[in-house]
Structure formats: structure tokens, C-alpha cells
């Protein structure tokens, strides 16, 4: 693992914190090299843990790699908008509406579903709802695949190997309970994912921000 690269997902979290004390730990130690800490910002946290993760960005992991990233759904906003152009006036006046109402109808959608910069919110006006229990698909945009196209790819053309690391637990769900430490990615050769402290129970993530002197999440 010495010259792979290490990248953590950290959310703010007492999981994530308490893993990134362990992986720097690992670098202090010299068993890991080339770490670097990720932050997906959902444009939706609250404002505790924005400032929880200024505090870790700034004094506990000053002497890290920290990179904050943001899904962008500006292209898919903009083809939705091109497909309402093209479309929707024909579709409306197929269905009963006037000329007049069809084009109102259009024009007042178009001025809604403009890009904001905030990522939850742009994912819900180019889906065209909130995610639910049903459909899932907020963690996924917002936090997977940023950390993915922005930081993990790269690095994968940078080393043979990169090893993702993850705050999971087993004694949060049945499901977390089944997986494996490691495990290598099924399709993306040298992506390798890392669960250090699947087997920690809660106590113990909290023991290591005590051994470290770090706060944990005010939430």
C-alpha cells in the first residue's frame, strides 16, 4: 500500500473523522503514502457540519490534502431545457392548451429550470423531484460520483493502485454487516475498496477523536 494512493471520503461525520485520524496515523507511520481527504459538498448539509468540516479542513487536517468538490448538473439541466423547446409547445396544444397557454406554459418552465450552483437542488429541478426511500439517487450524484470523476479517476492514472477509503460500519445495518474490509473494485482494475474500521463499534470511533484531542460533530 505504500505507493498506492489513499483517497478519503470525509463527510463531516464521526465515522469518516475518526477514519481519517486512523489513515493519518497509517501516513505518520509510514505504512501509506500519497493521502488525500474529499469532501462532497451536497449544497445541502447543515450549517453545523459545514463548519464542522471548515474546523477539520483547517486545524486538524492542515497538514493534508483536502479537496472539496460539487457535482455540476449544468449539461443535463440545459438538455432538459432544449428538449422543453423543441417539444413540450406541441405536446401542451396536442393535449387541449391554446397557442397562447402552451407558449406561456413553456416560457414560465424555462425561467424555473435554470441552473443554481446548489448541487441538491440542481439534481432535483433536472430530475424533476426529491429523492425518496423509493427513489434513491441523492448519495449517488451528489457524493459518489463527484468524488469519483474529480478525484478518484485522476488518481487512477497516477498510480497502478488507489485505494478508496470508507467510514462504514458493520453494527449500522444488517446489509454493512456482510461486507468485507477490502475488496477489489469488480470492474476498474487497481481501485481497491478500504473498510479499516467496519469491525469498530461506536464507542470506539469516539475513543479516537478523544486520543486526538478532536471535537466531534456538534449533530
Known amino acids: 500500500m505504500e505507493d ?17 485520524l486512523l489513515a493519518r496515523e497509517e501516513l505518520e507511520a509510514g505504512h501509506i503514502n500519497n493521502l488525500k481527504l ?22 486538524v487536517f492542515s497538514d493534508l490534502p483536502f479537496e472539496i468538490v460539487k457535482a455540476d448538473f449544468t449539461r443535463q439541466i440545459n438538455k432538459k ?3 422543453i423547446e ?6 401542451l396544444m396536442a393535449a387541449g392548451l391554446s397557442d397562447i397557454e402552451a407558449a406561456e406554459r413553456v416560457s414560465k418552465a424555462l425561467d424555473i429550470l435554470q441552473p443554481t450552483g446548489n448541487p ?5 429541478l433536472w430530475k424533476g423531484r426529491f429523492p425518496s426511500t ?26 497502478d493502485d488507489v485505494y478508496s477509503w470508507q467510514g462504514v460500519r458493520a453494527d449500522e445495518s ?24 467496519l ?9 479516537q477523536h478523544r486520543k486526538h484531542g478532536v471535537k466531534p460533530n456538534p449533530l
Do not use: M
Open 81 to 83: 431545457r432544449a428538449y
Open 174 to 197: 444488517p446489509a454493512r454487516a456482510l461486507l468485507p474490509v477490502q475488496e477489489e473494485h469488480p470492474k476498474r482494475w487497481g481501485l481497491i475498496t478500504y473498510r479499516p474500521i
Open 120 to 124: 441538491f437542488l440542481d439534481l432535483c
Open 38 to 59: 474529499v469532501f462532497a459538498d451536497t449544497g445541502n448539509e447543515h450549517q453545523d457540519t459545514y463548519d464542522y468540516v471548515q474546523y477539520l479542513k483547517d486545524q
Open 199 to 207: 469491525n469498530w463499534n461506536v464507542e470506539r470511533v469516539f475513543e
Open 134 to 159: 423509493r427513489r434513491r439517487f441523492c448519495s449517488e450524484e451528489l457524493k459518489h460520483r463527484p468524488i469519483d470523476d474529480l478525484v478518484i479517476k485522476p488518481a487512477l492514472e497516477e498510480y
Open 4 to 20: 498506492a494512493g489513499h483517497i478519503l471520503s470525509l463527510s463531516g461525520g464521526k465515522d469518516s473523522t475518526a477514519l481519517a
Open 86 to 91: 423543441a417539444n413540450w409547445e406541441t405536446d
